[in-house]
């Protein structure tokens, strides 16, 4: 049943024209609760708040999939003033991008020109820029294009994929390059042909790869809500002595917020993904496939507007 809820949400989310409905009726179901706002000014004062609480973010502009040059320059453009902002704000912040956001499906001479203006902008403020791991389709070209800046920008990181069979794989050939890395269980529909179906492979594979990227003397962000995972994690790196700035603990906005506080209360970095803009749509439902228990709120603000 599980599974059937998933991949119905999964399914959901790909639908262009829901998503366009959704854009049209605005963000006020979702806003404060899962994205901090339609544009980044109005996100900012909720990434203070979360700063004066201890709490790091990594914000990221919801939008993926773009097939359009226009769009994928005005994204970049975007994404350039967020960095100028996060500097001029002092803001304790990362951002996040999606490669298919900045030309990836369109044309590689595009993506690679608009991630370069993005990391320029970035290296001066001193941001950290992670590209956020799509579905397996994008994940070589993305992993290539990951391997290809870091060797001109210290400010770039990516996201490895838990699911993927590959992935062991893909951690040991980066680990020379001693990247900052965000594990993640992987949030897409894939085929058992490239992924594992069952969710108790993933999770230990999961594991496997922060003992791994722990070992490797990587800085690893931990990026999952499971308290097993956590625990995990907390219990291997005393093991290890691995130090906690080694480390770190990430999790999406409106997510187990007290946890959250928790971590950070007990001396762990914590660093909240805070997504922002108009299309929330996607997003939203790879939240509901994961836990159809976030849905309650959706209905209530539904019943308000
Ligand atoms: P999982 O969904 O496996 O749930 C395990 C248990 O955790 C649940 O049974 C429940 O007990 C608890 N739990 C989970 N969610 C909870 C909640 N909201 N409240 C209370 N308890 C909860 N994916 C991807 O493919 N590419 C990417 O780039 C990213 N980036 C990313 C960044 C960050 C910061 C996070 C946290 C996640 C991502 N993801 C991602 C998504 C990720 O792949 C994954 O789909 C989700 O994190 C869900 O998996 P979890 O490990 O959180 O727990």
Sequence with gaps: MEAVTRNFFLLLSK????????RKR?????????????DFPSSVQIIKDLNSKGLATTVDHLGEFV??????IERTKEAIETIETIGREKLDSH????????????DQDLVISNMTSILDTAEKHGVMVTIDMEDEPRCEKTLELFK?????YSCVSTV???????????LQKLSSLKPFLRLVKGAYKEPAAVAYPDKKDVDANYKKLIEQSLKYGLYTAVATHDDN???????LAAKLQIPKDQFEFQMLYGMRTKTQLDLVEQGYKMRV???????????FMRRLAERPANISFAFKGLVKN
Excluded: C, H
């Design 95 to 106: 951002m996040s991008v999606k490669m298919t956001s900045l030309g990836l499906d369109i």
């Design 229 to 235: 995972m956590i625990n995990y994690t907390k219990e």
């Design 15 to 22: 639908s262009n024209w829901l998503n366009e409905m959704a």
């Design 67 to 72: 097939n359009s040059k226009e769009t994928a």
């Design 148 to 152: 290809q800046f870091k060797e001109s």
């Design 26 to 38: 605005g963000g006020s179901i979702v806003t404060g609760k899962i994205i901090a706002g339609t």
């Design 160 to 170: 490895l994929q838990a699911y993927l069979y590959r992935t062991e794989n893909d």
């Design 273 to 283: 993904y805070v997504p922002y803009g108009r299309d929330w749509y996607g997003y």
